[in-house]
């Protein structure tokens, strides 16, 4: 089984609540908490676990050939980031930190002046405490992609989980409704809301 926590507002007590649940469960059944909190990963703070590397993130990223580049100025136009600046009659630039891997301007080139390379944007981790399997998903500092961060860690969480075979699965989201928490949310079989009695955490 599969459950989330998350909640539109950071400090409502998430994190608090998934270990709890957590350690709790790991009384009387093999448990994993996920934390999926890529910006700011806490879960091994909470559950006193000193993290293993287990696997480093990478996402794609452009790779400009100017040699064959005519300065047409479409893999700009196509780019939803803005990570490509084109002026009129010059090669385009590549901002690399704002580029998210859509791959949109690749397809976009018409003369194969643009392949694939890679990034570095996160790192994945394990642990054990109190009898909790933890894996933690942290995003690179000054990267932007915490959703596909979300998305490896989700898929690596499933990966061990072939060897660890845990009976539930905590998967503690980041707060808010953006790609990161819906990274968290997906495939999951219910879901707890955490908030707090002031205007901002109702919505
Ligand atoms: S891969 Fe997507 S986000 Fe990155 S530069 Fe190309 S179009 Fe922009
Ligand atoms: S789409 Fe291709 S040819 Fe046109 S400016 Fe971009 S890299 Fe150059």
Same mark, same amino acid.
């Given at each position: 089984?599969?459950?989330?926590?998350?909640?539109?507002?950071?400090?409502?007590?998430?994190?608090?609540?998934?270990?709890?649940?957590?350690?709790?469960?790991?009384?009387?059944?093999?448990?994993?908490?996920?934390?999926?909190?890529?910006?700011?990963?806490?879960?091994?703070?909470?559950?006193?676990?000193?993290?293993?590397?287990?696997?480093?993130?990478?996402?794609?990223? !452009?790779? %400009?050939?100017?040699?064959? =580049?005519?300065? &047409?100025?479409? *893999?700009?136009?196509? $780019?939803?980031?803005? @990570? /490509?600046?084109?002026?009129?009659?010059?090669? !385009?630039? %590549?901002?690399?930190?704002? =580029?998210?891997? &859509?791959?949109? *301007?690749?397809?976009? $080139?018409?003369?194969? @002046? /643009?392949?694939?390379?890679?990034?570095?944007?996160?790192?994945?981790?394990?642990?054990?405490?109190?009898?909790?399997?933890?894996?933690?998903?942290?995003?690179?500092?000054?990267?932007?992609?915490?959703?596909?961060?979300?998305?490896?860690?989700?898929?690596?969480?499933?990966?061990?989980?072939?060897?660890?075979?845990?009976?539930?699965?905590?998967?503690?989201?980041?707060?808010?409704?953006?790609?990161?928490?819906?990274?968290?949310?997906?495939?999951?079989?219910?879901?707890?809301?955490?908030?707090?009695?002031?205007?901002?955490?109702?919505?």
């Amino acid at each position: 089984m599969k459950i989330a926590v998350t909640g539109g507002k950071g400090g409502v007590g998430k994190s608090m609540v998934a270990n709890s649940l957590a350690v709790e469960f790991a009384r009387k059944i093999k448990t994993m908490l996920v934390d999926a909190d890529a910006e700011c990963p806490n879960d091994h703070l909470l559950l006193s676990v000193k993290r293993k590397k287990y696997k480093t993130i990478y996402q794609p990223i !452009p790779q %400009f050939d100017y040699e064959k =580049c005519q300065k &047409c100025g479409k *893999c700009a136009a196509v $780019c939803k980031q803005n @990570a /490509i600046i084109f002026a009129k009659g010059k090669y !385009p630039a %590549f901002v690399k930190d704002l =580029c998210i891997g &859509c791959k949109a *301007c690749v397809v976009a $080139c018409p003369y194969g @002046a /643009i392949t694939e390379t890679t990034k570095e944007i996160g790192t994945i981790y394990t642990g054990k405490n109190y009898g909790v399997e933890l894996v933690s998903g942290e995003l690179k500092l000054g990267e932007l992609a915490s959703g596909e961060v979300v998305a490896e860690l989700r898929k690596a969480a499933d990966e061990i989980n072939e060897k660890t075979k845990a009976d539930i699965m905590i998967i503690d989201s980041s707060p808010g409704i953006g790609c990161p928490v819906i990274a968290s949310l997906v495939g999951t079989d219910y879901v707890v809301a955490v908030t707090e009695p002031t205007p901002s955490a109702l919505f």
